[in-house]
């Protein structure tokens, strides 16, 4: 019998989410909902996006076909600012963990109302919690995977993180308000993003001051819209 036996697991929990999320993608196809998905570390300005995108959402859809799902470990301050909005939303608390797996997305879709609710939803957006690794790994089913970086948490952040920056769907750099001020090299931190992805999309945001947002609102539409007529 062998005493020291040193497993990796994480391996194969990777493989049974990406499973399940593929379930969880046909799901979402069957509801007719389109799901966004925000991903990027601490700080990056996920919820101050989401508020952008979800105010600009609100002139072309009905309050109640936009839910939200706030990912976080121990808060409910997200899910505070956007529920403001009036649209449906449900907070998940990991309790320690990173990240967002496919039973916290079907724990929330169940707190919303179950299969049934979500083909009232048009459009489902999820804020993963904020870490620029583990929850790049657990795909969720969603449509797009937006990654967000900003500008002040250093011009080699998509060298340092390729598997994120690969696979995500669109790219946003945040911040862009702060890029002079901190000496980012905006021209190098797209090349590097575009050499690692080259079929992701990038947008230059600040989700403070709105710049970019009604570009990145109106690729984000084009998914929702395209996705609503294939129902
Ligand atoms: N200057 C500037 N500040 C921003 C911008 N976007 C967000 N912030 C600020 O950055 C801080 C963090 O923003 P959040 O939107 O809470 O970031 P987050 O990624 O949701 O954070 P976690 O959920 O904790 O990972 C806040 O103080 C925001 O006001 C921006 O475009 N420019
Ligand atoms: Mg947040």
Redesign the pocket.
Known sequence: MVEKVVRFIGKDVIEENRRKAEALRRLYDEAGVTVLE?LGG??S????L?ERIVERMLKDYQVDEIAYI?G?VATT??TE?IAKYGIKHVQINTGGTCHLEVPHIEAAIKALGGAEALKTIKVMII?NV?NIICPFNFPLGAHARIMVADVAEGEDKFIKHPLSTRVSDIIVINKVDLADYIGINLEKMISDAKKLNPWAPIFLVSAKTGQGIEELYSYLKTIIERHATRK
Not at 45 to 48: E, I, P, Q
Request: glycine residues 26%.
């Open positions: 925000f601490p700080g300005g996920k919820t101050t989401i706030g976080d301050l997200d600012r804020e904020g």
